[in-house]
């Protein structure tokens, strides 16, 4: 169960940027769950990774690597996460990076190794590395809806978005898919995320503007920038379009970096829509804040709250969980009887209670809906935050609860 | 549901606290959902309330009150919060306050109201003004076990604790009753409580023990000091043993204190036992961290991680899930090699993976049971944090989704 229609845009090639797909039977025999990415010599790479001190093994060696050499090849396996796994943990990364390496003529460290699936099991490593010939061959640009569907794990669907716009006559193209899982507390969750684009883009601001994109997308799906262990986004520039972007041409920028922003948005938000369990797609807006802080702390409050989000999955519009959340978000100071908040655009709460002229049937008929937008106004200042989120359902205790089974 | 044997122990009267219980049909007729208590005049009573801006009008006005007379009587409704109720909710209270000191003759400050249940309806005030001639009539000492009947809301039995101790062959008695609700995120739920003593306490040291006790008991059972709209405990010292308690017998002090102690961490502990969905009672110990902060960071993040309550539902030893908690808590410079985690006596994680020794067996027996230890060894230092919680379970969404229907 998902939330709005099933349906992906096009994923256009990205010049230069070749995806293989194969099955090394990790979990189910006959799932194509290897994903091998190839980047063209001269490509700038891009990298923001978990926070969680647990990092993963691939994690690790990820990090070490990209600071060591150019990336030429990044390997995703799913149904296992080899986190947890300790010294052998890496043994086993670094045989999977040694393996492709072998097979491309790279250094090991040009190699970026990836992992998503349970916990605390053994990397299978002699599986995947029997699958990467048949990865090495299926090398293709036309490969990444293959790829959406096989870095799934508890995904329904695959997620995948795409970004155009004209420079000078030329064409720049952005391509990327997603992957998540448990969202109640995303930062539970694996995300993955990989994005190329054919601009050319030297490293170092390629990293900034990856960042910033990510602060305001994956990171708007998960509190204070906890992550889980395997948290990884990947970005890629071939500069195969031929259009240069320096930051010196601030329009051009500007449409770079939109599109940018635009693309990793709808991914983050792709995983959302997806959340195990999810009924509903839910954006808790906070507006005029005194701090980003304040407005991220009253937004993630309310998003996280599991008496919210069972009201959510109950369609019952009950404010005043909303409420109760917002007076215990730690805001200094708070003006209890000037703040508002808003189910869509229906008021239901002004000075200090429910709104005057607010009806339940009101409420209800937001609450009915799929998308839903949860608006606090605290008249504290001129900052705007969203943040992204689902309701709770029985469908995710069972799924989490089944999970390993 | 809940976990652990129905039993209560006999809730001794406390010389001079008088209880009354009356039915004033606020939510289902018949129900007896008011509670009066009697202070006699010269004891001391202290008070500990929610954190939360938003708190109730009956909140606001009991430490208006506490602030202004010695209390004589605190009235007590379930079915209506008379939370996020703006003006009127306040000028209810106030009534309310107004029509027991009319009946008692005493002052409107004398009086505490307290009240619990949905958050956002009007306080039905001439039902429960209709009840206290009932209720006043109904005043004895003996009345401790309708009372925490009559203060229940979605609890599914009394909750009860009794302490008794000997100084200078006269007994010295503690008793006291809760009640709370939701337990997921438990800073959500209404938590109240009430304790008397015969014991003779001054007013300062009296608030000065509660706010201790409260802090190891019932602020262990939440996170981060967050508290709900209404969570209110009071704790009332007649005086009528005749031993007076003034912190410089170091003896009494100490069978005094760790008596009130264990009350409270019982009448809390009574709490998670009966939370919302419960079918597991989880304790969540950090054992030689390097401060309380970090302890409790830690500790809060596996406590409330729906991935980890979700696994302790199915009775899964999951411990990756545990370990990925660990690991995002925040803890600066965590050594991941050196600490290891346990359920029960079961190590599951040692040198940053599972631990050699184990076995899924091992931990399957653990998880089998109703009452588990999860135990977290840090290695940085001395000290030791506990908190209590419970598991996540399809009842709790069922619970919570139909809560207001």
New interface residues.
């Given amino acids: 169960m998902a939330v709005g229609p099933d349906t992906l845009p096009e994923l256009k090639p990205v010049d230069g940027f070749r995806i293989g797909v194969a099955s090394a039977g990790i979990k189910k025999p006959g799932r194509r769950d290897i994903v091998l990415m190839e980047i063209p010599e001269g490509a700038s790479v891009a990298g923001v990774f978990t926070?969680?001190?647990?990092?993963a093994a691939p994690v690790t060696l990820c990090k070490k690597h990209l600071g060591m050499s150019a990336p030429r090849y990044l390997l995703v396996n799913t149904g296992n996460?080899n986190?947890?796994?300790?010294?052998?943990?890496l043994i086993d990364a670094t045989r999977c990076c040694d393996a492709v390496a072998e097979r491309t003529g790279v250094a090991r460290e040009a190699v970026l190794p990836f992992s998503t699936g349970?916990?605390?099991e053994p990397l299978p490593v002699d599986k995947i590395i029997a699958a990467l010939d048949a990865a090495k061959a299926d090398l293709n640009e036309a490969n990444w809806l293959n790829a959406a569907y096989g870095i799934m794990t508890t995904d329904t669907r695959p997620k995948g978005a795409c970004e155009q716009f004209i420079h000078n006559g030329r064409a720049v193209t952005l391509t990327g898919i997603s992957k998540g899982a448990?969202m109640?507390?995303p930062?539970?969750a694996t995300m993955l995320g990989y994005v190329a684009t054919d601009a050319a883009v030297e490293t170092q601001l390629l990293q900034q503007w990856l960042s910033a994109a990510t602060e305001q997308s994956f990171n708007r799906i998960t509190v204070?920038g906890?992550?889980?262990?395997n948290d990884s986004c990947v970005l890629v520039a071939t500069g195969r379009s031929g259009v240069q972007i320096d930051g010196k041409d601030p329009e051009l920028t500007e449409k770079f970096v939109s599109a940018l922003n635009r693309l990793m948005l709808s991914l983050a938000q792709a995983i959302v829509r997806d959340g195990e369990g999810a009924t509903k797609f839910v954006e808790v807006r906070v507006e005029e804040a005194a701090s980003v802080r304040e407005a991220l702390d009253v937004a993630y409050t309310i998003a996280?709250?599991?008496?919210v989000k069972?009201?959510l999955?109950?369609s019952?519009p009950?404010?005043?969980?909303i409420?109760?959340?917002?007076?215990?978000a730690?805001?200094e100071k708070?003006d209890?009887?000037a703040l508002e908040i808003y189910l869509n655009d229906v008021c239901i709460?002004e000075?200090?209670?429910?709104a005057a002229a607010y009806t339940e049937e009101q409420g209800q008929a937001v609450m009915n809906g799929e998308e839903i937008l949860i608006r606090v106004v605290l008249k504290r200042g001129e900052v705007r935050e969203s943040v992204w989120t689902t309701d709770?359902?029985?469908d995710?205790?069972?799924i989490?609860?089944?999970?390993?089974?």
Same sequence: chains 1, 2.
């Fill in positions: 926070k969680n001190a647990f990092c996460a986190a947890g796994t300790g010294e052998q943990g349970v916990i605390g448990g109640i507390m930062n539970m204070d906890d992550t889980s262990t996280h709250s599991p008496l069972t009201a999955y109950a019952d009950n404010w005043g969980r409420l109760a959340c917002v007076g215990r730690g805001v708070l209890l009887y709460v000075k200090g209670g429910r709770l359902s029985t995710y205790v069972h989490n609860a089944d999970y390993r089974s």
